[in-house]
């Protein structure tokens, strides 16, 4: 039989062509290039996920579920939330490197909320998603592809699946999937987010999963790989890494931020390590969390300060009712908040300790050398110096 192979000056995309063949050979030899395809594929496109990767299998085997792998008359599309560093990232790679060899194309667009701040970003993330998608070789121009219309023609008959890393505003959403039926049946998109909201405002999400932290367990094996290249502590270090492991609250950021920042050091330097991130958080681990900060609107920033400062742990009625004697929407706010992860409430508000540490090193560099000339005082040693030395700042 002749075949021939050639490559599509349009679009650069790799096409067979089986000429005088019935249908029945035809689908034959299109599922012998699909698997071919799939194999050479399967050794290509994998992501590097994490230097150590731990519990991935458990929380993989959650989101199957979600995925609804093997329907592939469906079009689903799965939002990945939680609190920053916990992992969002790693197992949407993790998902991408288990189930990608099963769909026709596949694209990991990573970081949408950085790129898509950028001059013209999102047209850079449309270019390299359909680039991707319809794996055109070399730079992707939208103008030059025959326009929309064409894209979403040869979309539609495509099962993809499609990953939107660390989306953070609906609008990204909106221009780069629209709707979710533009895509063949069977794909799958998959969205990451701080943001829960984000995922259950739109129509469009199926279901979403949230990422918990490790569990203890966990949390020493990943500390552990990191501080000392094995999956246990060195036995004069097993009370200092127990202080870790309750300070990191099995988010894994902390855990690798620590655990390669005290590798090979003395338990002196790590105690004095300690002391100084019980006071203010490692540099790496404030920047992270002062993205979801940055991202809040202004009575939204007033609650999460005046939560990290002053009512970590307390009642949502307690709480409630002294926010909404100062701030104008106490209610929407602190929902908001939840919505970003940065709280948690049932009958008390909760914030991650971490993120207190945040919110209190936020007021603390407001004025680091003059307490008085904070927003907010907490430590009874500033509220003591300020009184006596009468240096207290009164806004307006
Ligand atoms: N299960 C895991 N095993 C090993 N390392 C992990 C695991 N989960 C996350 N990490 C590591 O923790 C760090 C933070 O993870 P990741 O970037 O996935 O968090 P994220 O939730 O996407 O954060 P963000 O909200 O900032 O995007 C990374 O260094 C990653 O390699
Ligand atoms: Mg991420």
Redo the contacts with the bound molecule.
């Keep these: 039989m002749k075949l021939y192979i050639f490559l599509c000056e349009k679009c650069d995309s790799l096409n067979v062509l089986f000429p005088c063949i019935g249908r029945n050979e035809y689908e034959f030899m299109h599922k012998i290039i699909q698997r071919v395809d799939s194999q050479i594929v399967k050794s290509t496109y994998k992501l590097d ?8 299998e458990s ?1 993989l085997k959650d989101l199957n579920t979600c995925l609804g792998i093997g329907r592939n008359d469906i079009t689903l599309m799965i939002g990945i939330y ?10 949407a790679k993790a998902v991408f490197n288990s189930i990608g060899n099963q769909f026709e194309a596949r694209c990991f667009l990573e970081n949408v909320r950085e790129i898509s701040c950028q001059v013209n970003g999102l047209v850079k993330l449309q270019e390299r998603l359909l680039g991707t998608l319809l794996q055109t070789f070399g730079s992707f121009n939208i103008g030059c592809v025959g326009g929309t219309n064409n894209i979403k023609h040869r979309l539609c008959s495509k099962r993809i699946l499609l990953i939107l ?2 989306v953070n505003e609906s609008h990204q959403l909106q221009g780069l999937v629209g709707d979710k039926n533009m895509f063949g049946p069977g794909s799958r998109i998959v969205i ?1 987010t ?1 943001d829960q909201r984000l995922l259950t405002s739109g129509n469009q999400v199926d279901s979403t999963y949230e ?1 918990q932290g ?1 569990d203890d367990n ?1 949390a020493i094996q ?1 500390f552990s790989w990191h501080a000392f290249k094995r999956d246990r502590p060195v036995e004069s270090y097993v009370e200092l890494t127990k202080r870790i492991i309750d300070y990191a609250k099995g988010l ?2 902390v ?2 931020v620590l655990g390669s920042a005290l590798y090979d050091r003395s338990i002196q330097e790590w105690e004095s390590a300690f002391k100084k991130y019980e006071r203010s958080p490692h540099k790496d681990i404030y920047e ?1 969390f002062k ?1 979801s900060y940055d991202g809040l609107d202004d009575n939204e920033k007033d609650i999460f300060l005046d939560i990290a400062c002053f009512f970590n742990g307390e009642s949502v009625e307690y709480v409630m009712e002294i926010l909404d004697t100062c701030h104008f929407s106490a209610s929407l706010g602190i929902a908001r908040l939840k919505d970003k992860s940065l709280i948690s409430f049932d009958r008390y508000v909760v914030m991650h300790d971490l993120l207190q540490k945040m919110g209190k090193e936020i007021v603390r560099r407001e004025s680091p050398g003059k307490p008085g000339e904070r927003s907010r005082l907490w430590f009874h040693e500033d509220v003591r110096h300020v009184l006596e030395e009468n240096t207290v700042r009164i806004s307006h």
């Design positions: 996920i994490a230097e150590y990767p731990i519990g991935l929380r939680g609190i920053g560093g916990v992992g969002k990232t790693t197992i890393d660390d990451t701080r990422v490790l966990q990943l894994p950021l855990l690798v992270i993205i």
